[in-house]
């Protein structure tokens, strides 16, 4: 980096557009902060529409193509006790899981974003010193969306799922405790709806692995991030060796044929990453990552040498790996 942007002003409320349809964007094709209820695409017509808060960016094809996928997906979560009626169960979170139905991944969560706030997101805000334009990636519920505008900056959460337990109307519970709601889109991953270069931080937190195509995801992100910019996948699978990321994907297709009736194989995720994938992003995006891997106990240290002795695949870890791209 060669300069800070310590004196550029904060960012405005209006967000360019990119259009999932065509593709294509515009000065004109704008999302300002006022009260809007549609944007259309000046090119081909199409239409973002809010309802409920959520703005809608996905084309009916690939509504259709999701579809099977959201369905099995929140199938199985809510089996799973996510989400709950209590407003104080999404304010906890990610440090304390009010249901105490799924502690164990919330432990690991909220370990992983206590490390962020202490050893990485300071580095950051002391760079640019001021609002920060942060892309949550997958956001679920929107726990870190909303976390990271309790510290001043505009988060922009993007998920598949709207519903109100487990998707992006759950940030309804946010809302009184913020100065200003932050945006919510429905929209994939490969098809950001957000024109290039208006991104300070673009995170994925667990979410990461649920791409389709790697290589376009990445594509997508990069190109919505401003440079100087930076980049961070939190908390998805990680395995050394492929072969244990394959063997646990099958596990869990297996698992869940049993108990729900289906494999959850609508769409052909990726499910883990491994070395060889994040060097292939790394030469072909010019990225240099840095793993960081926060304390999570004895125990989940030990795994490794656990299944070692107990002849089993290799556990999954799960890294924060973070790029910081330059100026441009």
């Not at 989400?83 to 249901?99: K, M, V």
């Not at 919330?106 to 640019?128: A, V």
């Not at 919505?224 to 990680?238: A, E, K, M």
């Not at 992003?281 to 960081?292: M, N, Q, R, S, Y």
Request: net charge positive; hydrophobic share 35%.
């Amino acid at each position: 980096m060669t300069s800070s942007p310590a004196s550029e002003a904060s960012p405005a409320d209006a967000l360019r557009l990119r259009c999932p349809l065509c593709g294509r964007a515009d000065s004109s094709f704008v999302l300002t902060g006022s009260d809007m209820d549609e944007v259309n695409c000046p090119f081909c017509g199409f239409v973002f529409s809010q309802k409920k808060g959520i703005w809608r960016g996905l084309t009916p094809t690939r509504e259709e193509h999701f579809r099977r996928f959201v369905i099995e997906y929140e199938t199985i979560r809510a089996h799973e006790g996510r989400g709950c009626s209590n407003q104080e169960f999404y304010l906890a979170l990610p440090y304390r899981d009010l249901t105490g139905r799924n502690t164990w991944q919330w432990k690991i969560r909220g370990r992983s974003f206590r490390f962020l706030l202490r050893s990485i997101l300071p580095q950051i805000e002391s760079y640019y010193q001021r609002e920060l334009v942060v892309l949550d990636i997958g956001a679920g519920n929107c726990w870190m969306s909303y976390q990271f505008a309790l510290r001043g900056h505009r988060s922009i959460a993007v998920d598949l799922l709207v519903n109100e337990v487990d998707g992006l109307g759950a940030a309804r519970h946010y809302f009184d405790r913020l100065p200003r709601p932050f945006q919510l889109f429905q929209a994939e991953m490969d098809r950001l709806p957000i024109d290039d270069g208006q991104v300070d931080v673009a995170i994925f937190n667990a979410s990461f692995h649920y791409s389709e195509n790697y290589e376009r995801t990445m594509q997508e992100t990069l190109r919505c991030l401003r440079r100087p910019g930076h980049l961070l996948i939190v908390d998805s699978p990680f395995y050394c060796q492929g072969e244990s990321g394959l063997a646990m994907l099958e596990e869990r297709h297996q698992e869940f044929e049993r108990r729900y009736g289906f494999r959850s194989d609508a769409l052909p995720n990726r499910g883990f990453i491994t070395p060889q994938v994040l060097e292939q992003l790394a030469c072909e995006f010019g990225l240099k990552w840095t793993f960081l891997k926060p304390w999570r106990g004895l125990g989940w240290r030990l795994r490794p040498v656990k299944a070692g002795l107990l002849r089993r695949r290799q556990p999954s870890e799960f890294f924060i790996l973070w790029a910081n791209l330059g100026d441009s």
